[in-house]
Each structure stands twice: as structure tokens, then as C-alpha cells.
């Protein structure tokens, strides 16, 4: 971003929005009653401290293996003229032909765009939100405004578990309940855990004001990753494409990921707990499973896919609300995205990924995605028996954080 000298009115509504950031910190701590700290995270849980294996312990991907595993995708997405159908079929079969360079850089929803989308014949009755993401489904090339280069370095053991919250320029209350309860970085039981939030940047009249705020915050603490792209629902997809880019880059010794949304609360004791239990060559894709879901033709809804643009099963996907993976897979799940056409659904576009690498999906009953009975929602041991349940406002995740990491607690 260029920085242009502030006038000095302008300088005063930084200055009041940071204060206001501030306040915020205050009031959220303050609502929760008790202003005592925050006890430390993770401490004495007894994480299990396996040896971390080297790269070549674990199970080598072949391109041979992908071959299958692509193929069995293909021969499940039905060969209709639905847009997504043969916009996946030729990929398909331009890998056949040995055209392995994809480009995605048409950024210009110009006439290119244009023709593509001239092929659906209803196009012009989507909503608007969704031929907005039709025109840019072929742009990907988004460089990063916010960098975090060494996240996942300057630890002497490799990044066990890498938190990658998903959220909104906006949500200053619900990073900061994030990072001071269960996504507090640190090296519980010599097993780095790093966190990051991901985000796009702020539309509207706004924008430019909270632009400023994300950077201070960023400054204050190392958490942020901003991509340069407008942060809205359909931009979800790239979002994980570009999640992905980045880990390969910058934290690709990382042992597993946690991808969840903010407003998620994670056991993250109980997750350590759980990740060190496991034998460290099993490749894990694993949350509140979604298996046997199709689209969805309510034209009201969110997840509204219209009959024109997909027609088909959903591969079984692990929900979006937060589900766990092996490290390992980020560089072929990052290779493999490649040839996937964007899908609207950024969960759906995951399962599509990792359906393409012949990895399933496992369920674990600690993941709730769809939250639990309205009386257990403040319960602390019924929180402290999941994993992760979604959703939490800041004020309660910080009561919940309190009383579950309280040694005192009997359940
Ligand atoms: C890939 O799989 C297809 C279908 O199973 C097979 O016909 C083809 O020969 C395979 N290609 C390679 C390079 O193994
Ligand atoms: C793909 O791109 C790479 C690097 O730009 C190049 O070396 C390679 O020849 C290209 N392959 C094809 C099939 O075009
Ligand atoms: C992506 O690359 C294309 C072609 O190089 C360029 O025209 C476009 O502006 C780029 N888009 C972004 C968002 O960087
Ligand atoms: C690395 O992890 C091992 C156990 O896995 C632990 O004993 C050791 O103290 C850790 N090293 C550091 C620098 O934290
Ligand atoms: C995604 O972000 C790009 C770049 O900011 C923007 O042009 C596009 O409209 C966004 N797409 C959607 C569907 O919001």
C-alpha cells in the first residue's frame, strides 16, 4: 500500500480508531467479569512429547497415486453441461494432454470472463454475489499485503500445530479473544503452536480506516496475514488457495494445521493431546464430516448453487467451522489446487482437494460444528470433553478458556 503524508485530521481518527482498539481489549476483559489474567494455556495437561519424525518417515505421495486418485474424482462428477461439470472435465483433460500449466490470472471480469460465462444460459438471473464470483473464478494471483516470513522459524523443534483462523478485517474483539485464550502461541510441552489469522481486505467506506487498525494490530502481534482481495463469502475459496500457497512457503515443516473460522472455541490442551497420540505417519483430514450433501437449490440461501452451475454429489468434506490436517499434505494439497476449478463453497472446494489426493475425510465426535444443547453451552465440562465446538462470542470464550484451564475445575 502507498503511504501518502496524513493530514492532520486524519491523524486524529487513527489516533481515536486505535484508542478505540484499546477500549475494545478493556471491555471485552472487563465483561468478563473478572478482571484477573487469563491463566497460562496449556499448563501441566501432560501433552504427550512423541519424537517428530523426518520428512522421509513419512508415506511418499506418488504423482502414480494422484493418478488414481484423480481419476476417481473425475469418473464421480457427472459429464453434464453444467458450467463447474465441464469447466472441471476440461482441466481434466488438458492434463491428459500434458498441459500441466495452469495460469490463473484473468483478473480483468473483462471479455474473456465474459465468454466463459456466456456458455450458462440462466447466468444473468444468479445473484449478483455469484456472478461477481463467476467473472473472477480465474483470478488467483493475489500477493500478500501483511506478511508474517517467519512464522513457523526460530524454534528449535518444527511448528507442531499451526492455527489458521479465518477472519474479517473487522473482527478485532474475536481475534483478540483468540489469541489470548486457546490460540495463544506458545511451545506447550516442547510442541510449537503458531497462530495465524487469514484475511482479505475491507470493502466500503470503512475500509481504508480498519486497513490501518489491522496493521497496528499486526504490529502489536505477528499474527496477521492480508491478502490483497476483497473479503467477502464467495472469496473464501481463494482465500484457502492462497492459505495454502503461503504455508508451502513459509511453514512447510509444519507438523498439522487447525483451519477454523474465529468464532469457533477450541480445546486446544485437549487437540495437543489428542495430535500427540497419533501415530505421526498417518495422514489426518479430520472433522465434523459432511458425507452423502449435494448442493443446495434454495435460491435464498447462502449455499445456493443453481442447477446451471453444478449438478452432482459433494465429495465428503470435513466441515469449514475447523477441522485438522497433516502438514504434509499442504504441499500437495498447494500442487494439486491447481487443477481444481474454484468452487463458491470454500469447504466443498477442500473436500475436492483432498478427494483429488485420495484422502478421505475422518470424523472425530469432538468437532461440533453446529454447535451442542442450548444448556451445555456455557457448561465448562462438557467443553472440556470436545475438541471444538462452533460458535462462541469473545466474552464467552474468554469465561470458558478461564474455566477449563482452572486446575480447580471438577467435573
Ligand atoms: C492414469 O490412470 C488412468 C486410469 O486409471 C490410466 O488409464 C492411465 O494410464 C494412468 N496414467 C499413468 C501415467 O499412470
Ligand atoms: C511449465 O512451466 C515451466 C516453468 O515456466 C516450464 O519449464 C515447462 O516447460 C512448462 N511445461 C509445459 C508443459 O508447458
Ligand atoms: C494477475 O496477473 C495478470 C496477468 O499477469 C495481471 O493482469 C493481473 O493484474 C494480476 N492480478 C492481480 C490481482 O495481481
Ligand atoms: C522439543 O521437543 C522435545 C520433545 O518432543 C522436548 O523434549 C524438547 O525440550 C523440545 N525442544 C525445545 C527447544 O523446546
Ligand atoms: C474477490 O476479490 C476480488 C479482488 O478484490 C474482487 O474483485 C471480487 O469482486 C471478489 N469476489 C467476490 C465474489 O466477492
Given at each position: 500500500?502507498?503511504?501518502?503524508?496524513?493530514?492532520?485530521?486524519?491523524?486524529?481518527?487513527?489516533?481515536?480508531?486505535?484508542?478505540?482498539?484499546?477500549?475494545?481489549?478493556?471491555?471485552?476483559?472487563?465483561?468478563?467479569?473478572?478482571?484477573?489474567?487469563?491463566?497460562?494455556?496449556?499448563?501441566?495437561?501432560?501433552?504427550?512429547?512423541?519424537?517428530?519424525?523426518?520428512?522421509?518417515?513419512?508415506?511418499?505421495?506418488?504423482?502414480?497415486?494422484?493418478?488414481?486418485?484423480?481419476?476417481?474424482?473425475?469418473?464421480?462428477?457427472?459429464?453434464t453441461?453444467?458450467?463447474?461439470?465441464?469447466?472441471?472435465?476440461?482441466?481434466?483433460?488438458d492434463?491428459?494432454?500434458?498441459?500441466?500449466?495452469?495460469?490463473?490470472?484473468?483478473?480483468?471480469?473483462?471479455?474473456?470472463?465474459?465468454?466463459?460465462?456466456?456458455?450458462?444460459?440462466?447466468?444473468?438471473?444468479?445473484?449478483?454475489?455469484y456472478?461477481?464470483?463467476?467473472?473472477?473464478?480465474?483470478?488467483?494471483?493475489?500477493?500478500?499485503?501483511i506478511?508474517?516470513?517467519?512464522?513457523?522459524?526460530?524454534?528449535?523443534?518444527?511448528?507442531?500445530?499451526?492455527?489458521a483462523?479465518?477472519?474479517?478485517?473487522?473482527?478485532?474483539?474475536?481475534?483478540?479473544?483468540?489469541?489470548?485464550?486457546?490460540?495463544?502461541?506458545?511451545?506447550?510441552g516442547?510442541?510449537?503452536v503458531?497462530?495465524?489469522?487469514?484475511?482479505?481486505?475491507a470493502?466500503?467506506?470503512l475500509?481504508?480506516?480498519?486497513?490501518?487498525?489491522?496493521?497496528?494490530?499486526?504490529?502489536?502481534?505477528?499474527?496477521?496475514?492480508?491478502?490483497?482481495?476483497?473479503?467477502?463469502?464467495?472469496?473464501l475459496?481463494?482465500?484457502?488457495?492462497?492459505?495454502?500457497?503461503?504455508?508451502?512457503?513459509?511453514?512447510?515443516?509444519?507438523?498439522?494445521?487447525?483451519?477454523?473460522?474465529?468464532?469457533?472455541?477450541?480445546?486446544?490442551?485437549k487437540v495437543?493431546?489428542?495430535?500427540?497420540?497419533?501415530?505421526?505417519?498417518?495422514?489426518?483430514?479430520?472433522?465434523?464430516?459432511?458425507?452423502?450433501?449435494?448442493?443446495?437449490?434454495?435460491?435464498?440461501?447462502?449455499?445456493?448453487?443453481?442447477?446451471?452451475?453444478?449438478?452432482?454429489?459433494?465429495?465428503?468434506?470435513?466441515?469449514?467451522?475447523?477441522?485438522?490436517?497433516?502438514?504434509?499434505?499442504?504441499?500437495?494439497?498447494?500442487l494439486?489446487?491447481?487443477?481444481?476449478?474454484?468452487y463458491?463453497?470454500?469447504d466443498?472446494?477442500?473436500?475436492?482437494?483432498?478427494?483429488?489426493?485420495?484422502?478421505?475425510p475422518?470424523?472425530?465426535p469432538?468437532f461440533?460444528?453446529?454447535d451442542?444443547?442450548?444448556?451445555?453451552?456455557?457448561?465448562?465440562c462438557?467443553?472440556?470433553?470436545?475438541?471444538?465446538?462452533?460458535?462462541?462470542?469473545?466474552?464467552?470464550?474468554?469465561?470458558?478458556?478461564?474455566?477449563?484451564?482452572?486446575?480447580?475445575?471438577?467435573?
Amino acid at each position: 500500500m502507498k503511504r501518502k503524508e496524513m493530514k492532520p485530521s486524519r491523524c486524529i481518527t487513527v489516533a481515536t480508531a486505535l484508542l478505540s482498539l484499546v477500549a475494545l481489549k478493556a471491555y471485552i476483559e472487563w465483561t468478563v467479569e473478572e478482571a484477573e489474567r487469563v491463566p497460562t494455556p496449556h499448563g501441566g495437561h501432560g501433552v504427550p512429547t512423541t519424537a517428530q519424525p523426518s520428512k522421509e518417515d513419512l508415506p511418499a505421495f506418488t504423482l502414480q497415486r494422484f493418478n488414481a486418485s484423480l481419476h476417481q474424482l473425475r469418473q464421480s462428477i457427472p459429464r453434464t453441461n453444467a458450467y463447474w461439470n465441464e469447466k472441471q472435465h476440461q482441466i481434466f483433460q488438458d492434463l491428459d494432454d500434458g498441459l500441466v500449466n495452469t495460469s490463473w490470472n484473468d483478473c480483468s471480469a473483462g471479455p474473456e470472463a465474459a465468454s466463459r460465462v456466456a456458455k450458462i444460459s440462466d447466468f444473468s438471473s444468479y445473484p449478483e454475489l455469484y456472478r461477481n464470483f463467476l467473472l473472477y473464478d480465474e483470478c488467483r494471483n493475489f500477493s500478500l499485503l501483511i506478511n508474517q516470513a517467519g512464522k513457523c522459524s526460530g524454534t528449535k523443534n518444527r511448528t507442531f500445530l499451526l492455527l489458521a483462523i479465518k477472519s474479517l478485517p473487522g473482527n478485532f474483539a474475536a481475534r483478540q479473544a483468540v489469541r489470548d485464550t486457546w490460540g495463544r502461541e506458545g511451545e506447550p510441552g516442547g510442541l510449537p503452536v503458531r497462530t495465524v489469522f487469514l484475511l482479505g481486505t475491507a470493502q466500503g467506506r470503512l475500509g481504508p480506516r480498519l486497513q490501518n487498525l489491522v496493521e497496528y494490530e499486526s504490529r502489536s502481534y505477528g499474527d496477521i496475514l492480508m491478502w490483497d482481495f476483497e473479503d467477502t463469502f464467495f472469496n473464501l475459496t481463494l482465500k484457502d488457495f492462497l492459505f495454502l500457497s503461503w504455508t508451502a512457503e513459509y511453514c512447510r515443516d509444519v507438523r498439522y494445521v487447525l483451519k477454523g473460522d474465529d468464532d469457533v472455541f477450541i480445546n486446544t490442551p485437549k487437540v495437543l493431546e489428542y495430535l500427540g497420540s497419533l501415530d505421526a505417519n498417518k495422514m489426518l483430514y479430520m472433522g465434523q464430516v459432511m458425507a452423502n450433501a449435494s448442493p443446495f437449490r434454495v435460491r435464498r440461501s447462502k449455499y445456493y448453487v443453481p442447477e446451471s452451475y453444478y449438478v452432482g454429489p459433494y465429495p465428503s468434506y470435513a466441515g469449514g467451522g475447523g477441522y485438522i490436517f497433516s502438514g504434509p499434505l499442504v504441499h500437495w494439497l498447494h500442487l494439486i489446487s491447481r487443477h481444481i476449478a474454484f468452487y463458491p463453497i470454500d469447504d466443498v472446494y477442500t473436500g475436492l482437494c483432498f478427494q483429488a489426493l485420495g484422502i478421505l475425510p475422518e470424523a472425530h465426535p469432538g468437532f461440533l460444528t453446529f454447535d451442542i444443547a442450548e444448556k451445555d453451552r456455557s457448561d465448562p465440562c462438557v467443553h472440556s470433553r470436545l475438541l471444538l465446538v462452533h460458535r462462541r462470542s469473545p466474552q464467552q470464550t474468554f469465561q470458558l478458556w478461564k474455566q477449563i484451564t482452572d486446575p480447580s475445575l471438577s467435573c
